[in-house]
């Protein structure tokens, strides 16, 4: 007999079709049969060992988080409520060019100091990886061999593999370096990364120029991966930056997915409708684009991010150096408040817009929720935090937000920082944010191209050909929710609550989270790109 069966749940099964009313039944970590209510009149309906009444319950495929921070969360908490109790079943971490693999002895101490604001410094973590395909391994062996709270798939981060090649420098990579990158690119994508991301307003990665970017991107390419770039500039010039992105990846032939494509700063308010153009006209030529966004207004990144790039050439112990150094110290402030620093998208510096979310030193704990007043202020706090300062940046703007989640390549993602005090709330919050707020209460989006945002399109973009639906053969993650009372719980104020109305989550068929309560199942998995390359001159 089989295992279980979900009884009368509504089934929004994630292609985007009408809802069904249904009994799904579950055996060996998969769905075996789906058995519609019109289909069983009059029939015996089906038997399993264990039976879930979800009457008034929607049963959708489990929200894959295409771009989450939790390199090193989901080695350090096993719980993990933070994105299992939203519902999530798959993250894509590696993000925004800087993570922790592939590494040597030397980048890995960079690559800590560089995103401690991300996922602290990692004290408590083992680095006994250096290779993608040891990290990945390590996830799968976590918690004594129990593996991790939810599945997650890894992009190669560009930076890194700059830091790797080239180092801190502001140049051009010589053909050797470039050869190298290649091999680290090739090697991470054999070992089972589902493509590269790029953070082109961070350093080292934003030192690469597009040639440069092109000839990884064919790498990619001809692994059948994606590129996901965070691009070059998110306020003036913004539009200039996602064409760029498109252009590129046509010239490499790569599949493109841009990074919380949002429209921030006032100089791109009311602009979402020409990134849609930009957008559609590529489609329309036979682009492979997707993208991905939060639901909410608010940025999020680290304090150091902020400074111009020359003031970052050198890594994290150059910056200290500059920001203790009255001189250099006050032509950065320059750069920030009067130029407009590349490191914040061009735009001149509002202070007042700058939130200070976590600090790694305790003794600084007072600047979390408060707004900074001044570079002063800001310097001091770089300084005696080491650079660690994460913080949320108040430059949205909601109709933007809007027009873009209705775009029929949008996807859904966190960019969910879970470290420090005051987290951003769509860490905690993401998902119901969407079904609660922006599908009930709003109809931007209805339930069913809601659920399709964030579960099918996805999987189609990871190339995952057994997740992302409702379906006989599918694996069994699944999430079941309230469709009256789904919401986010978090909020600026309480960033950390819990969402409501998400009863039951499976990954593989085992319950994570039951009846509203995380469990001890440890059911996540590293999911892996098959390593099988295409012609390495392919430009489809």
């Known amino acids: 007999m089989e295992e279980l069966v979900i009884r009368d749940a509504d089934v929004v099964d994630g292609s985007?079709?009408?809802?069904?009313?249904?009994?799904?039944?579950?055996?060996?970590?998969?769905?075996?049969?789906?058995?519609?209510?019109?289909?069983?009149?009059?029939?015996?309906?089906?038997?399993?060992?264990?039976?879930?009444?979800?009457?008034?319950?929607?049963?959708?495929?489990?929200?894959?988080?295409?771009?989450?921070?939790?390199d090193l969360a989901l080695l350090r908490d096993p719980d993990h409520s933070a994105k299992a109790a939203q519902g999530v079943t798959l993250e894509v971490i590696g993000q925004d060019g800087l993570s922790y693999a592939p590494v040597d002895d030397r980048t890995?101490?960079?690559?800590?100091?560089?995103?401690?604001?991300?996922?602290?410094?990692?004290?408590?973590?083992?680095?006994?990886?250096?290779?993608?395909?040891?990290?990945?391994?390590?996830?799968?062996?976590?918690?004594?061999?129990?593996?991790?709270?939810?599945?997650?798939?890894?992009?190669?981060?560009?930076?890194?593999?700059?830091?790797?090649?080239?180092?801190?420098?502001?140049?051009?990579?010589?053909?050797?370096?470039l050869d190298r990158m290649r091999q680290l690119v090739a090697e991470g994508m054999e070992q089972g990364a589902v493509g590269m991301s790029s953070g082109l307003?961070?350093?080292?990665?934003?030192?690469?120029?597009?040639?440069?970017?092109?000839?990884?991107?064919?790498?990619?390419?001809?692994?059948?991966?994606?590129?996901?770039?965070?691009?070059?500039?998110?306020?003036?010039?913004?539009?200039?930056?996602?064409?760029?992105?498109?252009?590129?990846?046509?010239?490499a032939g790569c599949s493109l997915h841009l990074a919380h494509a949002t429209m921030n700063f006032g100089v791109n308010e009311g602009r979402a409708p020409e990134l849609l153009t930009l957008l559609d006209e590529a489609?329309?030529?036979?682009?492979?684009?997707?993208?991905?966004?939060?639901?909410?207004?608010?940025?999020?990144?680290?304090?150091?991010?902020?400074?111009?790039?020359?003031?970052?050439?050198?890594?994290?112990?150059?910056?200290?150096?500059?920001?203790?150094?009255?001189?250099?110290?006050?032509?950065?402030?320059?750069?920030?408040?009067?130029?407009?620093?590349?490191?914040?998208?061009?735009?001149?510096?509002?202070?007042?817009?700058i939130e200070i979310s976590g600090v790694e030193n305790p003794a600084l704990a007072d600047h979390v929720g408060r707004r900074l007043d001044s570079?002063?202020?800001?310097?001091?706090?770089?300084?005696?935090?080491?650079?660690?300062?994460?913080?949320?940046?108040?430059?949205?703007?909601?109709?933007?937000?809007?027009?873009?989640?209705?775009?029929?390549?949008?996807?859904?993602?966190?960019?969910?920082?879970?470290?420090?005090?005051?987290?951003h709330p769509r860490a905690y919050g993401t998902f119901p944010q969407y079904l609660g707020r922006y599908t009930r209460e709003l109809g931007v989006l209805s339930l069913e191209e809601c659920v399709a945002h964030l579960t099918s399109r996805p999987a189609a973009r990871l190339r995952l050909p057994d997740r992302g639906l409702v379906k006989e053969g599918y694996r069994a993650d699944l999430v079941l929710f309230n469709p009256q009372t789904v919401a986010a719980g978090s909020t600026f104020e309480e960033p950390r609550t819990l969402p409501k109305g998400i009863p039951h989550v499976l990954i593989d068929g085992r319950f994570v989270i039951e009846d509203g309560r995380r469990t001890d199942v440890l059911a996540g998995r590293s999911v892996r790109r098959s390593p099988v390359r295409r012609n390495a001159n392919s430009r489809s």
């Open 16 to 70: 985007g079709g009408p809802s069904y009313r249904a009994d799904v039944v579950v055996d060996g970590g998969r769905i075996v049969s789906i058995v519609q209510e019109a289909a069983a009149a009059g029939c015996q309906r089906p038997k399993a060992r264990r039976e879930l009444d979800a009457e008034g319950l929607v049963l959708s495929p489990g929200f894959i988080d295409m771009h989450a921070h939790s």
């Open 375 to 423: 570079w002063a202020t800001a310097r001091r706090l770089l300084l005696a935090d080491r650079l660690a300062p994460s913080i949320l940046q108040h430059v949205g703007h909601e109709e933007n937000v809007r027009q873009i989640m209705r775009h029929r390549v949008h996807t859904g993602g966190s960019d969910g920082i879970l470290q420090g005090a005051k987290p």
């Open 283 to 353: 489609l329309a030529t036979g682009a492979d684009i997707s993208l991905d966004t939060y639901p909410y207004t608010p940025g999020c990144t680290t304090l150091v991010a902020m400074l111009p790039s020359w003031a970052s050439e050198g890594g994290p112990e150059k910056i200290l150096e500059r920001l203790a150094d009255d001189g250099t110290a006050e032509r950065i402030r320059h750069h920030l408040e009067v130029v407009g620093s590349d490191g914040c998208h061009g735009v001149p510096m509002e202070w007042d817009t």
């Open 108 to 177: 890995l101490v960079e690559v800590r100091s560089t995103i401690t604001g991300w996922n602290g410094y990692g004290d408590d973590i083992d680095f006994n990886w250096r290779s993608v395909g040891e990290y990945l391994d390590r996830l799968d062996s976590a918690f004594d061999g129990h593996g991790i709270a939810v599945n997650a798939a890894y992009l190669i981060p560009q930076g890194t593999v700059r830091m790797l090649a080239v180092g801190w420098d502001d140049r051009e990579a010589t053909p050797q370096e």
């Open 201 to 251: 307003t961070y350093t080292p990665g934003m030192y690469a120029k597009d040639a440069e970017l092109t000839e990884l991107c064919r790498v990619v390419a001809s692994y059948d991966g994606y590129y996901c770039p965070h691009h070059r500039s998110y306020g003036a010039g913004a539009l200039e930056a996602y064409a760029e992105m498109v252009e590129l990846s046509r010239e």
